[in-house]
């Protein structure tokens, strides 16, 4: 899904890092403490990329008169990337549709302060959430993520409020920051609302016509007949998946569009570009509201420094299943970073965060460091992998059991033991199958999005629990039958 926070796969500290800041990746002795000229940027991106195992990049440079552009390896579908590529922006799209509320308010559609209730009828639950609440994830609504990513059809943003509506809040409206993609659902609804157009038309006519953009960002019926299939990372190595777009979740996470797009929007969040007016940029980018460590959020943009410096940067990344992106905005040299790759996990979002901070460092002659795919990962892949084999054990030595003699056992005592195995067996297939997937707020099926190995590595031991079960059973059953009593 769309990205930003996310607790994929029961993993927060993961998600954490994503959120709360990541380091930078090194960029070795020759471009530290020095200002780098576009070549060695493009040495980064492409260095950077095939230690992350990414198959396709697309990054560009805006403002401060050093624009620049490249595309580097290939797409889903084995074709050259170039400037023209289509990705998925993930949790990008969060800024992106904060500019149309804000624009939408410049105009007088709206103000930030308006209860959601009273713009969209339909959205019953409190009027005291806000607009300006969504915006910032200050509304207390849940993460709710298994109302995202997913693919039925008839999906759209008025088939979601019913249910988003109903959810149990987390905290009091303005009280808690809880990133949660379905605040900007919500924003979507509320575009649609207030123009009465869908919200890719809105888009289009109010932002990305005037910002000069012209791929097929929006639509859903459109973007997905032109992506290119991503990738995934399965036990360490990357696969081709053939993504999809979310109708439902376009304005929180499902943007389509190339690496030109993303810095065309970029520019409008730059002093010079188009669209905007420095009220309005001011806006979007001051942070009131404090996720800690010193970062904020404002609307739809996280504010932080670059770490080990006290240059400010604006920044989003984001990451929908096989795509991941980033924006980073540097206000005092008035330059944007855009960074577009076509492969994503949860456990490699901080090393693949740093391709875009990693070049805004080398734009500004920061030190960097590195960051490397998260511990766990390898950890639960062992942890898994080792307990499908122990249960394939017990599955065939328990199928071996069938032909051996059994020792004299009581029946209680015999059916004792069944009932322990069984509720043993249950228990932990609940575990696999329901907790650990609960923990990230996610389905199993869902999981198979972002981890397809540790999902699949789960289904297999829920198997061989089940296969374990029923041989089980049979054996007591039939040795049951061997020691039972003659009939008189």
């Known amino acids: ?10 993993l927060p500290a993961v998600l954490l890092c994503a959120v709360l800041g990541q380091s930078l990746l090194a960029a070795g002795p020759a471009l530290a403490g020095e200002r780098s000229d576009m070549g060695a940027v493009d040495e980064f991106v492409q260095r950077q990329s095939r230690a992350a195992g990414v198959p396709g990049v697309a990054y560009a440079v805006v403002g401060g008169g050093a624009e620049h552009q490249g595309a580097f390896g290939v797409d889903g579908d084995g074709r050259a990337v170039d400037p023209r590529t289509p990705f998925l922006w993930g949790s990008v799209s969060k800024p992106v549709t904060a500019t149309l509320v804000v624009l939408l308010a410049r105009d007088g559609l ?28 200050t509304s207390g609504l849940p993460e709710g993520l298994t109302l995202t990513d997913r693919y039925d059809a008839g999906r759209s943003i008025a088939s979601l409020l019913p249910q988003i509506a109903g959810l149990e809040p987390v905290a009091e409206p303005g009280s808690k920051h809880n990133y949660s993609s379905l605040n900007y659902i919500v924003l979507g609804a509320v575009v649609e609302s207030v123009t009465g157009k869908p919200f890719a038309q809105v888009l289009s006519e109010r932002l990305l016509t005037p910002a000069g953009i012209t791929g097929p960002l929006a639509d859903a019926s459109k973007t997905g007949q032109v992506l290119p299939a991503g990738h995934r990372f399965v036990f360490g190595g990357t696969r081709a998946f053939e993504s999809h777009v979310d109708p439902a979740t376009v304005p929180a996470g499902y943007l389509v569009g190339s690496v030109e797009d993303l810095a065309a929007y970029a520019r409008t969040q730059l002093t010079g570009g188009r669209v905007l007016d420095a009220k309005d940029r001011g806006l979007l980018h ?13 609307l739809g943009w996280r504010t932080s420094k670059v770490p080990g410096t006290d240059e400010p940067m604006v920044w989003h990344g984001g ?37 875009a901070m990693g070049t805004a460092a080398l ?22 992998s080792a307990l499908a084999v122990t249960l394939l054990a017990l599955v065939v030595a328990t199928t071996l059991r069938l032909r051996r003699q059994p020792k004299p056992r009581s029946p209680g005592r015999r059916w004792a033991g069944l009932a322990l195995t069984l509720l043993t067996l249950g228990a932990l297939s609940y575990a696999l199958a329901g907790v650990l997937p609960g923990l990230a707020g996610v389905t199993l099926t869902q999981l ?16 061989l629990c089940a296969a374990l079960a029923a041989i089980r059973l049979l054996t007591t059953v039939l040795h049951s039958r061997r020691h039972a009593p003659p009939s008189t």
């Open 1 to 10: 899904m769309a990205a930003g926070r996310m607790r994929r796969c029961g």
């Open 110 to 137: 709206l103000r930030l302060d308006d209860p959601v209730g009273r713009l969209v009828p339909s959205f019953a639950t409190t009027n005291r959430i806000t607009v300006r609440q969504l915006l910032e994830h």
């Open 448 to 463: 198979s999005l972002w981890a397809p190995d540790l999902s699949a590595l789960v289904y297999l031991a829920v198997l």
């Open 319 to 355: 990451a929908a299943p096989g795509y991941q992106a980033a924006i980073v905005l540097l206000p005092k040299r008035n330059q944007a970073v855009v960074v577009l790759q076509n492969a994503y996990s949860p456990f490699h979002d901080a090393a693949l965060m740093d391709t």
């Open 286 to 298: 001051t942070s009131k509201v404090s996720v800690g460590y010193d970062n904020g959020y404002a």
């Open 363 to 384: 734009l500004i002659a920061a030190e960097s460091e590195r960051n490397s795919t998260d511990p766990i990962y390898p950890a639960l892949l062992a942890a898994l």
